[in-house]
């Protein structure tokens, strides 16, 4: 195997292992920062030694092996107690390098994972500083990836996870799953930073490209990951669901050009039907929970509703509405009712969404929300008032900060222009 070759290998391992590495070296040294810190040492001796010895055939032992012995290392030069060191000792087997990788060390890993999990998420960093850390930590992105996903310079991406480990330290959050009385709010965050994650890729608010792709397929792999570490937690199934059916239509929203092709005008026979399945599969497990539904689980059951339609004709408009209308009972939000007015227009006609609609216009928190014109515009269309339907896609263009999208906007408002309905 060539040296380009193994660097691949390296590579796809560290994507795949970076989080259960980071996690049980956290576990060891319970600073999340610090477990970082060893885990890419490691990633380090994994591109120089490889290449040389070939890869091992458990790379992810390896990695984490190579980890504790640098903090093994570090807590020496550190002068620490000596039992913790015998303790680290102990925990990398007899010869120093191999331990005894276990169904109990499996098992220890999940809970390390699932502490890790909470850290990073952990409310007391900013929403954009624990999505970095996340994906950095669980996800293992390197830094120019973060950046390149969020379209922002490497050197704020570093800085953000520079400052959530700092902040992480210095609040002395610690390396443990939440208790009972806080686990509905940390797990809200966690839940939080997954879909803000998944939602930057499903439709970008800046650059280019309409998507971004391997930004969704990070955030379903930690979405997964979750429901295998919390199987007892109707929401992060109900999150599963809602992102398994939104990613199935991932390769028709763009046609071979890179434009977007808008949910009613695509092509259902390219939605991937194992991912419908498993977002379906995800959502019983959810509804099968006591108690009401949760926002990811209601958000998962409007997505459903359009992936079992097999043409546009057959959605239920109504039963959306219907679910926009809990929805907004269960989280209030001006962008929830924006949703239930654009339900409410296909379900009773256009009249009736664009009520819904202009009773939107004074919220603050819309102001510079591109979709409310948007859809103003599109309703306004279908009444045939093109000039206010122009006006309103033209404002929606100059709100929004993707190039596809602007385009889509300004072409809808020259059709406008012209009189006609707008042909996309």
């Known amino acids: 195997m060539g040296v380009e070759q193994v660097h691949r290998t390296v590579e796809a391992v560290w994507r795949i292992e970076a989080g259960r590495v980071v996690a049980a070296l956290a576990g060891l040294v319970r600073d999340v920062g610090w477990a970082e810190e060893l885990a890419q040492d490691a990633l380090v001796a994994a591109l120089e030694q490889w290449p040389r010895d070939g890869v091992p055939a458990n790379p992810g032992a390896w990695l984490t092996t190579v980890g504790k012995r640098r903090a093994i290392d570090a807590l020496r030069r550190r002068k620490l107690l000596e039992r913790s060191v015998e303790q680290l000792g102990q925990d990398l087997g007899d010869d120093g390098f191999t331990p005894n990788f276990d169904a109990t060390f499996e098992e220890r890993i999940d809970d390390d994972l699932l502490r890790l999990v909470f850290t990073a998420c952990h409310p007391v960093l900013s929403p954009q500083a624990r999505a970095a850390l996340t994906l950095r930590v669980l996800g293992g992105l390197k830094t120019e990836e973060i950046a390149r996903a969020f379209l922002v310079s490497e050197t704020t991406v570093a800085q953000r996870i520079t400052r959530a480990k700092k902040t992480l330290a210095e609040a002395k959050v610690p390396f443990e799953v939440p208790g009972v009385a806080a686990r509905a709010e940390r797990l809200a965050s966690v839940l939080e930073v997954i879909y803000l994650i998944f939602n930057e890729g499903y439709s970008a608010t800046a650059g280019d490209d309409w998507m971004r792709p391997e930004l969704c397929a990070d955030a379903l792999r930690l979405a997964r990951l979750l429901q295998e570490l919390m199987p007892e937690e109707p929401e992060v199934h109900g999150l599963a669901a809602l992102l398994e059916i939104q990613a199935s239509r991932t390769a028709a929203r763009v046609d071979a050009d890179g434009e977007p092709v808008l949910l009613l005008e695509q092509d259902r026979g ?11 599969a995800a959502l019983d497990r959810a509804r099968a929970a006591d108690g009401p539904p949760g926002p990811y689980t209601l958000q998962a059951e409007i997505a459903a509703c359009h ?43 256009p009249a009736a969404g664009l009520e819904l609609a202009r009773a939107l216009v004074q919220e603050p928190a819309l102001a510079h929300y591109h979709l409310l014109p948007s859809v103003l515009g599109d309703l306004l269309a279908k009444l045939g008032r093109h000039d206010e339907a122009r006006a309103e896609f033209e404002r929606a263009a100059e709100l929004t900060g993707n190039e596809r999208e602007r385009a889509l906007l300004l072409a809808r408002a020259a059709d406008c222009a012209r009189g006609v309905a707008p042909s996309r």
């Open 270 to 280: 390219r939605w991937d039907r194992l991912l419908i399945r498993r977002g379906l």
């Open 307 to 349: 992936a079992r339609a097999a043409t546009p004709q057959d959605t239920e408009w109504a039963r959306i509405a219907d679910g926009y209308a809990e929805l907004a009972r269960v989280v209030p939000s001006p962008v929830v009712e924006l949703n239930r007015a654009v339900a409410v227009s296909f379900a009773h006609g």
